[in-house]
Every structure is written in C-alpha cells, then in structure tokens.
C-alpha cells in the first residue's frame, strides 16, 4: 500500500466525482428510456396515451426474428460494414496519411476531405439523390454522354443497387470523420519513432505497414467499434435517400424499426427491434475489444 | 542521388494526384448544387451538368423569405456550440478517469457509456418525449441541450478514452512526482495534450447539434426556436414543387457551417501540432 | 458496495417503469372514463359565451409557410385571436408526410404532451384515437349551433363518421375536399389528333395513350416514388369499376386483396405499365417532379386530386395560356360513371385532453376556422373544394373547371385502404401496388398483401 487508506478514499471518491455528471445523464436519457423499450418489447401496444399496453411475453421478438423483412433490413446492415471495411477504412485511413504528410497544402485538402461531414445528413442525402436521378442527373447524363446509355438503370430503386448507392454515399460523407480519428492517431506517433524508423531505412509504404498502422491499433479499433455500432443503426442517410424503399428493399434494422413503430404503429415488435440492435451491437464491440484487439490491451 | 531525388518527385507526385483527385470528388457535388441554386425548376429537369441557362438570383430571397433562415440558423448555432461546451466539459474528466485510475467500477461505467453507443434514437423518443412532458420542458433549450450531450457522451468518451489511452504515461507520473493532482493535472496537462481530439469531438459535436432533427423535431414546437433543419423541412414540404429554392436552401445552410469550420481548423490544425511538438 | 447501489438504482427505475407502464395500462382508461363523464355532466356546451383567460392550445398541422395556403393558414390563426384575445394559439407545422406522421405518434403517446388539435385524413389511424376516447365528440356542439352543423356539405362525411369502427358520434372538422381528376395538356392531344371530349371511358384513355406512345410522346409521367400514386390509382380504378360500395366490401374483407376483382384492377395498372403509358422513370420522380414533367409539356396527362388546381402555377405558360384542362377520371363500367375517388381531404380533431377550458377553446377554434367569411377568405386565395357550403368568387379556370366536375359526382369514397379496421393496410397495399414498378404480376401483388396482413395479425 502506497497510499494511505483516506489518501486513497479521496482520490477514490474524486475519480467518482469526474465520472457522476456523465453517468447521471446517460441513466436518464439513454439508460431509462431502453429499459422502458425494454419492457415494450414484452408488451403489445399501439402508441397511444389511453390505450391498453397487453403483455404478450416474447411474441414480438418471435415475429421479427420469422420476419423476411428483418433479415433482408439485416443484410443491408451487412453491406453498410462491408463498404465500411472495405471503402471507408482505406479511404479515410489513406486520408489521413496524406493529410499529415510533408506535401503541401495539407491545410486545403484536410479542409476539403472533412467537408461532406458538415453539411448534414438531409443536404447531402437531397443532393445525392438529384446526383443519382436517373433522367437528368449527373450518371445518367455522363453516361448518356459517353454511349453508354444503356447501363442507366434506376439506382436508388433497384434492390441491392439502391443500398450501395447509400452506402457509399454514407463513406463520401464520412470519410473526413473518419480521416480526422486516425489523423489524430498519427500525430501521436512520438517524434523520436519516425527519427528511429528513418534511421533504419524505413520508410514510403513500409513505414505506414510496419511503424504507423501498428501505433494506430488503437485508432483503428476506435473506427472498428464506431463503425459496426454507426452500420447498425444507420439511419438518417438511408431515409434521406430512399426512405428504405421501394418496398423496404433498402431499408436497414433502424428503419425498420422507425416504419414498424410510428407507421405500423407496432410499438412493441419496434421496440423488439430496438433491443436487438442493443445487444447485438454490444456483444459485436466486445468481441472486437477482446477478441480481435485483445493483445493491443496488454 | 539524382535517382533518389527523381523517385522522391515522382511519389510526391502521385501523392499529390491522389489528394486533388479526393477533393474533386468532395467538391463535385457541391460545385453542381451551387450551380442548380441558380436555376430554374425547367433548367434543373434538363439536366445537372450545365451551367444555368438563365441565372436566377430570387431562389435565394425566396428561401430566407419562406424559412426565416437567418433566425433559425442562429438557434442551431447557439444550441450546437452550447452542446459541443458542455460535452468536452463533462466528457473529458470522465474519460481520464476512465482511462488512467484502476478502480474496478470504472469497468461497469465505462461499459455503461459504450452500451450509449450503441442505442437506436428512435426507441428512445417515446421515454424522452414523456420525460419532457413530466418535467414541463418542452421548448426549453436547456432540457434539449442535455439530450444532445447524452446521445453524444458515449462517442465523446469512447474516443477521449482512447486517445488519452495511447498516450505515454511518463508525462503524467512525472506531473504526479511533482505534487500534481488531479483536477490540475486535468486542466494544465491532459486538456492541452488532448486538444487535436477533443477538436475532432468538438466538430463532430458541433455538426449534430447543428443539424440535429429528431429530437427538435419532436421537443421544439415553438415556430421562434426553430432549429435550421426544421425550418429546411418546413420549406422542401412535400407540395413544394420547385427544386431552385431547396438548393438555395441547401447552400444557406452550409453556409455559416463552413464559415465556423474555417475558423475551427485552425484550431485543429494548431491542435494536432501541439500534439505532434510534444512529441 | 458499488455494485450493490447499482443494483438498487437499476431495480428502482424498473419499478418505475413498470409502474408507469401499469398506469398506461390499467388505471388511465378508467380514470378517463369517470373524469369525461364527470365533465360531461358539467360541461357548459355553449363556446361561444364562454370567458377565456389565459387559455393555450396547441395546434399539431401539415401547414407549409411556403405553400400558396400558408399565409391564409396563419390570417386564421391571427384573426381568431385577435377576437378572442383570452386563448392564444401556438402551432406545430410539420409539412413533410413522414416526419408530421412520426411527431404526432410521439406527441400522441403520452396525455400530457398531446396537441389540442391535429390535423388527419380520416380512416383506421383516425379511429384508433377515436376508440381510445381521445377525440372529441362533436355532437354536442352541432346540437348547441345547429346552423354550424348545417353550414357543412357532404364531402367531409366519411372524415367524421366513425361507425364503421364501432364508435357513434361525429368526429373532427372536415375543411378541404378533392376529387381525383384527369388533367391533360390542350397542345399535345390537338398535335397528336385527340379530341379530348371522346375521353370518357378507360379504353378511350388506353387508345389515347396508345396513340401518344405511337408519335412517341409520353402519355403519363407518373411519381411513383411516393407510392400514394398507384395507391390512388387502385383506388380510383376500383370506385370506377366496381362503384363506390367496393371501398366497404374490401375493408370488411368480404372481398379478398387476392380475388378476382381486385386482380383485375391491379391486371389494369400493370398493362398500362407494360406498354409503358404511366411513366419512364417511376420509382426515380416523386409526386413533385411528375407536377413539374407536366407542367412544364413533357407529358400529356396527369391523374391528380384538385388540389393540383390550387398550387402556385405562376410563371407557367401552359396555365397563363389556358392549355390545362380537367377532365372526369374516365370509368371502366359505365354504370359507375359519376363514382369517384375523393371527399373530404382533412379534417381537425380536437383531442380530449381533460382540460374544459382548452377543449372548449379548440372547439371554438375550429367553429372560427369553418365559419362562412372565414372559409370564403381562404378559398379566394386558395381556390380548392372544401367541405362547407360557401360561394366563393374568384379562383383561376382550373379551379372553376374541377368544381362544375364535382357537382355532378354522385358518390365518393377516399383511400379504399382506409376502409379496413387495420391501420397499417394503407402502408401495405401501396408497397405492394409498388412493386407493379418492379415487374411484379397482379398474382404476386395480391398475394404480397394477404401475405402481410397475416404477419400484422
């Protein structure tokens, strides 16, 4: 014991001190409001203050998991992480280098990468579905332009298709987010490595394989968690472009959720739609804690 | 010498196509909605590409007449910069608790924010709308402001904690051997330390309370409070058929958003070179 | 220790949220009930001589500052008010669909955070607030001014009349009303050889289209992005073959989504859609980009409600040239000629909240907004049907057009899916009318729908 016991009851108690505003605010906007989802889920209801709340056990969560329209919302819940792994990641991730490297006018462009971010979900959804618009906007007409006019198709009402507009509308919007996460990794590279690895002759692509991206580690887990719990819940971009159509073919589980409850006025099975995201997102980002960044936390 | 000074051109090179070649991207679709703001409803059916056939300067009046643009974008700025204050303020002690003291509760709180994360708003409307009600709070700022910092709190930490994870602990023992505690230590040496993310968090921050829908949406109902989203939805209404005016709208509501956000790069760029000389 | 006191916090929130629950539940409907009654028996009819003190209402609308309407909306507001100085009037005004649908379910959910007034379109959702004793009867009311009751036409009868859903009494306010028309450019018939007057049944329509499509001239450019179009449709084509009892027969189900009948209308649509008569781009434009393709001659049909007469057509040469006309939506079965798809459009409910003074107000309110002078003042600004008897001058050629159609319509029915007991058909069928965009059959279609009832059951 380095520390005297009331030495340590002080420090203990301001630790609880730093932490208590946060925690108070979470419990009553975020932590109550999903036990009472919670208890939702269990009950049938149709959204109105008079009516009768029934208690149905878990019927509703019976009825989503037998629902094709959860899985195929699931499904594009899958294709939002794929294009975040696979798009997103690199994208941002070479964003980032490039921002922080000795080319000039990293000012401007880390300026103009971060940009989409700002605009807002509903601008640039509006603006991208004009882009995508199968009569005058800018593919069809680029298309048009170059002969190749037989590959039109309508984009955003073409399943499949239309949710990989969405995502990769989602990764030009966010890729600045993202780039900034990991800009904010490499700058915290400590002078003295880069130094060490310049003297060893590392350097261009090997340096950011073998020094940067393995300092990064917990930049990249940072994204990981925020991306697979962001593709879950992903909302606003979706609604803004397709509102999850046509026919809830690109609708993802959050949309699903929001049409369930205030349009089918379905309350409960929304809400068992709510708790299953909760806990699948949870026990994904614990899995990716421990699992895959598990040596990282040694 | 020369061979290495040639590849090192080149690379810089491709670097630099790379860079400009992203930004076009970025730019692209703006550029064509800037351009659309400035034309007819007939012009923008033709097609996006061209210049405007006849420039049309009164989608803009038409927009701040209709939407009380100026007024409600001073709201979103006031609630977003408030949001953003109170976030780091309550954030930041959190999350260096959270990452530097090794108390076993801290685990449960930690996993506590982080199940923040990952709750769907729209399960929580109907709890947090009753609670406004209860507590009389509808069309108060104050109250709405604290729903944003909750929903925002769990990311704020998440990526406070992190940061200040990766960071060397050397830097804090040797200001503990010198008589430091803790709320010092917070102010004078994690604060500074920590400016490149809590600049990332800030604009991040900034960008939702600003563009925030749902919850105004929901806890806002006096016409005079606003936020400029609502008053964007209020304008591209469905019955609202002409596409000049929703752009113009669109490119008012940028904006003071990158106007601020010219200013706060400096500050993040000023940030991240702290971060990078303290290396 | 630590985890304890958590323990305890998270089992305490539990009771209280479990309790809330039991209140919503259990003992709400009851205490409602003996309070309405108690009201009642108070309960001083008479509006009019009332005093007001300090007195708000919330007002939950779709009205759009922007909108031609938006202005006449708030000279209502502003001269009730300034009449009735005691009662102030606060809106909400949410103009997009989905986001006024989404703000009145949240607001609509707990007692204390409900409006004093929302604005509906009738069918199951409406009745849903009916049966849960949350909208004011207004029979009452009719019987303290019986000449209130009188000023109202018939078109509004299917926003108040809840019936068929078990409840007696009438509900809500009907204001504006439509009719579902045909709209057609003068220029590209009279170029292309048709005389619109020979339009009278759908095959002359499908000729006249087959004719358009043949100089290669795009008949109709359909937004079926907003699925309420081939919604309309379906319903439109069903009034006209089968007539207007259609819309009970499928509600009570005792005609099948996947019968015959219905087969054959969604067959209709589909082989309009086939020879590509309705649009080009279907699931790319929305309602709006179909108005501008017409407005602006790229196609020479519309299939609109009225409401299209009413909008803002300044600057356009087609309407400043007259070229804009309306005709009746053409029938399938001659019998069912003058059946068509329309009515009352929206109707204002007041919701009961439990307070006297601010139902009292909102009873008011509404008996303001459809007295004569009142409605008169808005239809001459914005000229479109409306469910009170007023004789209003003015309007533009369109207007006046539509309005010697609807006097000789015989009977009317709205959305046919909101004739079902269950809410969400009206979201159901128009998906699956949707998926006609997509290549679906008319089998596939019905199946689609009976499908989905079966999950929602």
Redesign the interface.
């Known amino acids: 014991m380095f520390f005297s016991s009331s030495k340590y009851r002080k420090t203990f108690l301001k630790s609880m001190l730093f932490v208590l505003p946060g925690v108070a605010i979470t419990v009553i906007f975020v932590i109550y409001p999903v036990i009472n989802t919670f208890w939702l889920s269990l009950n049938d209801w149709n959204g109105v203050a008079t009516s009768p709340v029934s208690w149905v056990g878990l019927n509703n969560y019976i009825k989503v998991f037998t629902s094709e329209k959860f899985w195929n919302s699931m499904l594009n819940a899958v294709y939002f992480m794929i294009g975040g792994f696979v798009v997103l990641m690199p994208v941002a991730f070479g964003m980032a280098l490039l921002v922080t490297s000795k080319i000039r006018f990293t000012k401007f462009f880390k300026a103009s990468y971060l940009m989409p971010v700002m605009l807002g979900t509903t601008a640039v959804g509006l603006m991208w579905t004009f882009m995508l618009n199968s009569d005058f906007g800018i593919f069809a007409q680029f298309l048009r332009a170059v002969g190749l006019g037989d590959a039109v198709i309508n984009w955003l009402a073409t399943p499949t298709v239309n949710i990989w507009c969405v995502v990769l509308v989602n990764e030009w919007m966010y890729a600045g987010y993202n780039m900034l996460i990991f800009a904010a990794g490499i700058v915290a590279i400590p002078g003295d490595v880069h130094d060490a690895a310049l003297l060893d002759g590392c350097t261009g692509l090997k340096k950011v394989i073998y020094v940067i991206i393995p300092l990064c580690k917990n930049m990249f887990m940072v994204f990981s968690v925020l991306c697979v719990t962001g593709c879950l819940k992903a909302f606003d971009i979706v609604w803004a472009m397709t509102n999850g159509g046509p026919i809830d073919s690109s609708a993802t589980p959050a949309v699903l959720l929001y049409t369930q409850g205030f349009q089918y006025k379905l309350m409960g099975r929304s809400s068992a739609i709510g708790i299953i995201l909760l806990v699948l997102g949870l026990v994904l980002s614990v899995l990716l804690n421990n699992v895959i960044f598990k040596q990282d936390r040694e | 010498m020369n061979k290495k000074v040639g590849s090192d051109k080149l ?2 090179g491709i ?2 196509i ?2 400009v070649l ?2 076009a ?6 550029i ?2 800037l351009l ?1 703001s400035f034309k007819t ?2 012009d ?6 061209s210049l405007p056939k006849k420039w049309v300067f009164n989608n803009y009046p038409s927009a701040v007449e ?2 009380n643009a100026i007024r409600s974008i001073g709201n979103s700025l006031f609630v977003a910069v408030a949001t953003l204050i109170a976030t780091v303020i ?2 930041l ?2 999350a ?3 990452a530097r ?1 090794p ?4 685990k ?2 930690y996993f ?23 507590f009389g709070a ?1 069309n108060s700022y104050f109250f709405l402001i ?2 944003y ?3 925002n ?3 704020a ?3 406070f904690t ?2 200040i ?4 602990r050397g830097l804090d023992e040797a200001a503990k051997i010198d008589g430091c505690g ?2 010092r230590m ?1 102010i004078s040496i994690m604060a500074p330390i920590c400016k ?2 809590i600049a ?1 968090e800030a ?2 921050v900034f ?1 939702y309370g ?2 925030e ?2 919850f105004s ?2 806890l806002i ?3 005079s409070k606003y936020t ?2 609502r008053a ?10 002409s ?1 000049g005016p ?1 752009f113009a709208f ?1 490119i008012m ?2 904006i003071p ?2 106007i601020i ?2 200013l706060l ?1 400096e500050k ?2 000023s940030g ?1 070179l702290a ?2 000389i303290k ?1 | 220790m630590k985890k304890r006191i958590a323990a305890v916090l998270l089992s305490a929130a539990m009771v209280v949220t479990t309790l809330a629950g039991c209140g919503n539940s259990s003992s709400d409907p009851a205490k409602k009930d003996s309070g309405s009654k108690d009201a009642q028996a108070e309960t001083d009819y008479d509006v009019e001589n009332r005093e007001y003190k300090d007195v708000k209402i919330t007002i939950h609308t779709r009205w759009d500052t922007g909108d031609v309407s938006g202005p006449l909306y708030q000279n209502i507001v502003e001269g009730f008010m300034e009449k009735y100085p005691g009662i102030k009037v606060e809106q909400i005004n949410i103009p997009t669909e989905s986001e006024w649908l989404n703000s009145e379910s949240v607001l609509m959910s707990d007692k204390d955070s409900m409006p004093n007034i929302i604005v509906e379109y009738g069918g199951s959702r409406t009745a849903e607030y009916v049966n849960s004793n949350l909208i004011v009867n207004m029979d009452p009311y009719y019987e303290q001014y019986p000449e209130w009751k009188e000023s109202f036409n018939s078109m509004g009868d299917s926003l108040t009349d809840y019936s068929s859903y078990g409840a007696e009494g009438t509900y809500g306010v009907p204001f504006t009303a439509y009719q579902v028309m045909l709209f057609y450019n003068e220029d590209i018939l009279s170029q292309n050889g048709i005389d619109p007057a020979s339009i009278v049944s759908w095959d002359d329509l499908m000729a006249a289209c087959e004719k358009l499509k043949a100089n290669g001239v795009q008949p109709f450019e359909m937004g079926e992005k907003d699925d309420y179009r081939f919604g309309h449709l379906h319903s439109a084509l069903n009034y006209k073959t089968f007539g207007c009892d259609m819309a009970e027969k499928l509600g009570s189900r005792e005609v099948s989504y996947d019968g015959e009948e219905q087969t054959e209308i969604y067959q209709m649509i589909i082989d309009a859609y086939e020879k590509g008569y309705l649009g080009t781009n279907l699931l790319g434009n929305d309602d709006g980009q179909e108005r501008a393709l017409f407005n602006t001659g790229k196609s020479a049909f519309l299939f609109m409600g009225t409401w299209f007469c009413a909008e803002d057509h300044t600057g356009l040469e087609l309407f400043e040239n007259e070229k804009i006309h309306a005709l009746r939506m053409p029938y399938v079965n001659e019998e069912y000629k003058l059946n068509d798809m329309g009515g009352g459009n929206e109707a204002y409910y007041a919701v009961d909240t439990g307070d006297a003074d601010e139902v009292a107000a909102s009873v008011l309110f509404l008996k303001y907004m459809t007295s004569e002078s009142v409605v008169k003042e808005f239809v001459e600004g914005y000229p479109t049907p409306v469910c009170v008897n007023v004789t209003a001058e003015g309007g533009n050629y369109l207007s006046q057009e539509a309005a010697e159609i609807i006097a000789e319509t015989e009977d009317v029915r709205g959305d046919i899916e909101n004739y079902d007991s269950a809410t969400h058909m009206i979201n159901t069928v128009r998906q699956a009318l949707q998926s006609i965009a997509m290549d679906a059959d008319a089998k596939s279609v019905g199946k689609t729908i009976v499908d989905t009832i079966k999950q929602y059951e």
């Open positions: 690379k810089k670097l630099y790379v860079a992203l930004a991207i970025t730019f692209l679709p703006l064509i909605t659309s409803n007939e923008i059916l033709l097609g996006m590409f209709t939407a309550i954030a002690p959190a260096y608790v959270l003291k108390y076993k509760y801290l449960g709180v506590l924010f982080m199940a923040g994360v990952m709750v769907p708003v729209h399960s929580t409307l109907v709890s947090i709308s009753k609670i406004s009600s209860s509808r604290l729903i910092v909750a929903f709190l769990s990311q930490i998440f990526l992190g940061y994870g990766s960071l060397d803790d709320g917070l490149p993310i990332t604009i991040l960008i600003y563009s829908l749902i949406l929901i109902s006096d016409s400029v989203s964007m939805l209020n304008f591209t209404s469905n019955y609202t058929t596409y929703q669109v509501s940028m958003m990158l956000y010219l790069h993040v760029e991240i971060g990078a290396g």
